[in-house]
């Protein structure tokens, strides 16, 4: 059975930097991409980023395109989402997900974490 667990939300000041993490047990880690998704109060869960199986590919959300960076340790199972100059439209609860083939924005995500908040105060 696949668990994905994330960490590293919390509250920040805008223009400040958080980085989160999600750990993944019951999956061979290192075959599938991985993904982060938000979902806003009252919004509807949108894309942040993707990295390939491998992490030699990424994809971004182009609201966070130069500002986000997803990376991933396939030693440690864990994918990684560094976020810096955060604003407050920043503020969601952040999910990480296993793409149940290739990776990307429109490719189906088969397992989801219980996602963790990210507060950007003004």
């Known amino acids: 059975q696949v668990q994905l667990v994330e960490s590293g939300g919390g509250l920040v000041q805008a223009g400040g930097s958080l980085r989160l993490s999600c750990a993944a047990s019951g999956v061979f880690f290192s075959r599938y991409g991985m993904g982060w998704f938000r979902q806003a109060p009252g919004a509807e869960r949108e894309f942040v980023a993707a990295?390939?199986?491998?992490?030699?590919?990424?994809e971004y959300a182009d609201s966070v395109k130069g500002r986000f960076t997803i990376s991933r340790d396939n030693a440690k199972n864990t994918v990684y989402l560094q976020m810096s100059t955060l604003k407050p439209g920043d503020t969601a609860v952040y999910y990480c997900a296993k793409a149940s083939y290739g990776f990307g924005r429109y490719t189906p995500y088969d397992s989801w974490g219980q996602g963790t908040q990210v507060t950007v105060s003004s």
């Open positions: 990295v390939s199986s491998g992490g030699g590919i990424t």
